[in-house]
């Protein structure tokens, strides 16, 4: 069974892994993961519009910025974090396609209905149970969604205001800021979900892989990736609330 870990420790080895292995190991697997309760920022998200130190810091939970772009989200035992890398493609469109198709395959597995919105959301019914980012390199792509499987999700709003100006001015589905859990339309656990995600996985000829050392070839890199850990613990910009 998958476990939840350190959302910084997850973080920086998901951004090695990346960087530094190959494509040739990289291209045959899909990693997945899951966050002790945080909240997850993205590079360019800004304290007090897209996610509240006041409210991390009143309901006890931190705040760590990932490397890729995209809003903030909410991680806790029951949100599946999903990772996909390939060969770098013609635009971040393609990222997205190649990626939310993935988690719409599997949606439709468990039998439901569901639907892309805002590039990188995936709904069903009138809920956002899934959404991602992506990441473009030289030769590489990442793609990485969160899927909401039973989340506690009590105080996401004060976490993670709802951008009214961005649904005022016709940027965005108001479905975004509407996120629940899975069990609210099907019931299904973690095991479960994993159990058709690996299926509808190997149907791309790819591994579902969780994320740790044991069982991808950049184990030489161990020590990079605890310094790239260690840089990150110091720094505000990647611990934004602090500790």
Wanted: aromatic share 8%; proline share 5%; glycine share 8%.
């Amino acid at each position: 069974m998958l476990r939840p870990n350190n959302p910084l420790y997850n973080l920086a080895l998901e951004e090695y892994i990346y960087r530094n292995c190959s494509l040739a190991t990289l291209t045959r697997h899909v990693y997945v993961w899951i966050n002790y309760p945080s909240v997850i920022v993205g590079r360019m998200s800004r304290e007090g519009i897209d996610y509240s130190c006041s409210a991390a810091k009143r309901i006890g939970i931190p705040v760590y910025r990932r490397f890729t772009g995209g809003g903030a989200v909410y991680h806790d035992e029951g949100v599946l974090s999903i990772t996909l890398i390939g060969e770098k493609v013609n635009g971040i469109d393609e990222v997205y396609s190649i990626g939310t198709s993935l988690i719409v395959d599997l949606l439709e597995e468990l039998g439901l209905d569901a639907r892309v919105a805002n590039e990188g959301d995936i709904v069903v019914g009138d809920c956002k149970v899934s959404g991602s980012a992506a990441h473009l390199s030289r030769d590489r792509f990442l793609y990485h969604a969160t899927l909401i499987i039973d989340s506690n999700l009590a105080h996401v709003h004060e976490l993670t205001p709802p951008r009214v100006d961005r649904i005022r001015a016709g940027e965005v589905d108001p479905v975004k800021y509407n996120p629940c859990p899975l069990t609210k339309y099907v019931n299904v656990d973690p095991a479960l979900v994993l159990r058709v995600l690996r299926r509808v996985t190997m149907d791309r000829g790819r591994r579902l892989i969780p994320l740790n050392y044991s069982t991808q070839d950049c184990r030489t890199g161990r020590g990079l990736m605890y310094d790239l850990l260690k840089e990150r613990v110091r720094d505000p910009y990647w611990v934004p609330c602090g500790h």
